[in-house]
């Protein structure tokens, strides 16, 4: 942290474009970016403005520089009141927080960060909030059963992304009425507390802040808590053998995907590397890896495609040769698909590639009412360990890859003759049947 002072008997100052000009004598003496702030303290008896700027830097962390002004008394009166109405102090008392930690995930510092970190930036933001640390998965579905949505309409999820989905599908098992209810009321938030953060990350990224590092910043997170805007984000339905319903917003795989995010679960003390050490594990247990596939998909139109789909499917001739070996005019969007894959994955998370390669390409957001789905065709060990290397090197190019296909679909069927083993936001489920579509419930998130 730095600290910059500025006093004098003869400061005054203006607010331009969300930038703090202290003036003395009509000349510049110090500029502060608001844009950067949350808030600010004062000491009415010595006429004094402190203001935190959290400054962004390239990987993704925010250094605070503190601003200390020391001022005469009708300009430290005006500036309180002025920077009262920039930070929206009268809307931030407002929101009724609830938080729910699991000190459990991750590096198990989700309840220290909360007091070092999460309190004194909520509190500069003139942000109330309750705080429950979670003991169990069943103490996590009371909490949310007893939640009152006329006394909170914020519930923050301080854990790992684990915590989300098993959050919102408590609340999909509630009869229509009041899941609507809900779901209408309460708006989501994340805080990174597990050892990946993959949420946490997306939505950073969607902002430009996440900058390149598999360290997703707890001060960052907490900035976009109290900076953020409201958006509503689609959530996936997974319709399991027609008796199962499973909601997902991150990722779900099948076949060596599925397997290994299962089993990085193992390796959780590595971060987000337990993924490729799981991987790295599998591919010495077998050394080829043809999942038979029977499924339907159905293609968004290309004028919905995202401008980065667009010039990585006019750069790449692997959806295009997918298109032509399983798409029929006949057919109209929808694919019938027989074949063999190493892994096929189903994500709507730009973090997924950051996860593999920081240079990689997000064509796919939070919001985005399709998902991308990857195609990994059939591997050797050798192949496999040459991509982990270059995993490990961050040097991927994951979209460029041969043994890769992306394509954006909003809806698929498939089909297995005994029961496969899947992973749906990281949770293990087995079925013979699974259908994935966009749900007409949508979360409201802050990003």
């Known amino acids: 942290m730095t600290m910059v002072m500025a006093e004098s008997a003869d400061l005054n100052f203006s607010i331009e474009d969300l930038s703090l000009f202290i003036k003395e004598n009509d000349k510049i003496n110090q500029e502060i970016n608001l844009k950067n702030c949350i808030g600010f303290a004062k000491e009415d008896h010595i006429f004094t403005i402190r203001i935190n700027e959290y400054v962004l830097d390239t990987r993704g962390q925010r250094e605070k520089n503190q601003h200390i002004i020391k001022l005469n ?27 729910m930690i699991n000190p459990f995930s991750g590096k198990k510092r989700a309840l220290q960060d909360f007091n070092d970190v999460v309190i004194p930036m909520l509190n500069e933001a003139n942000i109330q909030f309750q705080s429950i640390v979670t003991k169990s998965k069943e103490h996590v579905r009371e909490i949310i059963e007893g939640i009152d949505p006329s006394k909170v309409n914020e519930l923050v999820l301080f854990g790992g992304d684990g915590l989300l989905h098993e959050a919102i599908n408590i609340v999909n098992k509630w009869e229509q009425e009041r899941k609507s209810d809900f779901l209408k009321r309460i708006t989501f938030s994340v805080l990174p507390g597990g050892s990946a953060n993959s949420i946490a990350a997306a939505l950073l990224i969607q902002r430009d802040w996440h900058g390149h590092s598999y360290k997703v910043s707890v001060e960052n997170c907490t900035f976009l808590l109290i900076r953020g805007e409201i958006r509503e984000v689609p959530v996936c339905e997974n319709h399991l053998d027609e008796t199962t319903v499973v909601l997902s917003i991150e990722k779900s795989a099948i076949g060596f995907g599925a397997v290994s995010t299962y089993q990085a679960e193992n390796y959780r003390r590595v971060g987000p590397f337990r993924y490729t050490v799981a991987a790295l594990r599998e591919i010495g247990k077998c050394p080829q890896y043809n999942m038979p596939s029977v499924m339907q998909l159905r293609e968004v139109e290309a004028d919905r495609w995202p401008d980065e789909y667009v010039e990585y499917d006019s750069k790449c001739s692997m959806p295009r040769d997918f298109r032509r070996k399983y798409r029929h005019d006949d057919d109209g969007p929808v694919m019938g698909v027989k074949d063999e894959f190493t892994t096929v994955t189903i994500h709507n998370n730009p973090a997924f590639f950051e996860t593999l390669d920081p240079d990689g390409a997000p064509f796919v957001r939070l919001e985005d009412p399709f998902v991308a789905f990857n195609f990994i065709a059939p591997t050797n060990r050798r192949q496999m360990v040459g991509h982990f290397l270059r995993v490990l090197r961050g040097h991927l190019e994951w979209t460029q890859s041969p043994l890769n296909t992306i394509i954006l679909c909003d809806w698929c069927l498939m089909k297995f003759e005994e029961p496969e083993k899947v992973t749906i936001d990281g949770e293990l489920y087995s079925c013979v049947l699974w259908e994935i579509k966009i749900s007409e419930s949508k979360l409201k998130m802050t990003m």
């Open 73 to 99: 008394e009708p300009v430290f009166q005006k500036l309180s009141d002025d920077l009262e109405d920039v930070f929206e102090y009268k809307k931030q008392s407002e929101r009724r927080m609830l938080i």
